[in-house]
């Protein structure tokens, strides 16, 4: 059974991506200079959902850090640096809030000219194309279709991913993923329903942090929270 934690941040998922699709469709204008305009609504929810990730790493590395192996809490460092560095390309690292403006090379090489790396352009293409969509794209379909069904059949796999501070999605929060991507990359018709896929991954992310397949590798006896009562 859900907790309310995880209903309330699914419903606001929800919510949010089909008013998107619905502004896409009917007032393509509002969509994309107010709903998902660089630091409006949809912006700053990416940047709290991709925080909220990072929060959860740390606070299992400060809980954990003399209970694990240190492949364990590495992996926690990594994802936890990821998410960080995640939220602040989403806010330019803050340029745009301090009033920072780019220099040469930026205004040159960025696509929008401003201080950020996915927005770099090689050879008039985004590196964003190039390796933040595809590249994590492909690391998607790698976790949810292989590792994922590999830790449910194979203890030998479980026993690896779990070592390894792996956070394997639930059930659901697999629907979740695919109902997205199948929501705003078929229903969406704006060239910017990508800032959507990640104010809405983001959060799919953090509930697939919260609540992992496999939580009691993530706790211990002594910090062990019984999430029912959330």
């Known amino acids: 059974m859900l907790s309310i934690t995880e209903k309330i941040i699914l419903s606001l998922v929800l919510i ?7 502004l896409s469709h009917y007032d393509e204008l ?4 107010s709903y998902v305009v660089e630091d409006g609504l949809i912006e700053w929810l990416t940047v709290l959902g991709l925080l909220l990730c990072a929060g959860i790493c740390i606070y299992r590395i400060s809980i954990l850090w ?3 192996a240190p492949l364990f809490l590495v992996t926690l460092s990594i994802l936890m640096c990821a998410f960080i560095f995640g939220a602040g390309e ?3 690292w803050g340029q745009r809030i301090f009033n920072v403006e780019s220099n040469a090379f930026f205004k040159q090489y960025n696509a929008q000219g401003e201080i950020n790396i996915h927005n770099l352009r090689v050879n008039g293409v985004k590196i964003n194309k190039i390796i933040f969509a595809k590249g994590i794209a492909l690391l998607f379909i790698i976790y949810l279709a292989v590792l ?4 449910i059949k194979k203890a030998e796999v479980r026993s690896f991913l779990d070592k390894f501070a792996f956070p394997l999605p639930q059930n659901y929060q ?11 990359e078929g229903l969406i018709s704006s060239s910017k329903r990508g800032e959507m896929t990640e104010f809405a991954i983001s959060f799919i992310v953090f509930l697939n942090l919260m609540y992992p397949r496999n939580k009691e590798a993530f706790i211990t006896s002594q910090f062990a929270i019984d999430e029912n009562t959330t």
């Open 30 to 33: 509002l969509f994309r200079h």
């Open 148 to 151: 994922t069904p590999l830790y």
């Open 66 to 68: 003399r209970q694990k």
């Open 90 to 92: 989403e806010i330019s």
């Open 174 to 184: 697999i629907i979740a993923y695919i109902a997205v991507l199948l929501i705003v």
């Open 16 to 22: 949010l991506v089909l008013v998107g699709m619905g």
